[in-house]
């Protein structure tokens, strides 16, 4: 009967830890979208000083590599970052764990 109170009062202790992590540290439970996040700041600082240098946005993000960024990574996903540019902007994206545009949680997108 001891034996079983303890195991007991462990799992309860256990269990509230893992209640409590999200709460108190949301990034570890969100990393791939925190990754995503980071290098699409990368991206668009590379962008921006492209623009600065030949006052136009680059065609795609290939044309930053090696001056500008060591390499483009792939999202935390395994897939390539989304990029369109405008007359006056650009969109870097991740679409997320679906690899399609929308979706919520995991699946939704990231964009710069």
């Not at 792939?74 to 989304?82: C, E, L």
Request: aromatic share 14%; proline share 5%; hydrophobic share 45%.
């Amino acid at each position: 009967m001891k034996y079983f109170l303890y195991l007991l009062g462990v799992i309860l202790v256990l269990g509230a830890v893992l209640v409590a992590i999200p709460m108190f540290f949301p990034k570890a439970c969100n990393t791939f979208e925190y990754r995503a996040k980071r290098d699409l700041n990368k991206i668009a600082l590379a962008i921006e000083a492209f623009k600065a240098q030949n006052n136009a946005y680059p065609t795609n993000l290939n044309v930053l590599v090696p001056e500008y960024m060591d390499r483009i990574r792939r999202d935390p996903w395994g897939n390539r970052y989304s990029y369109a540019v405008g007359k006056d902007n650009f969109v870097v994206k991740s679409f997320g764990a679906d690899s399609k545009p929308g979706g919520i949680e995991s699946a939704k997108d990231i964009e710069f």
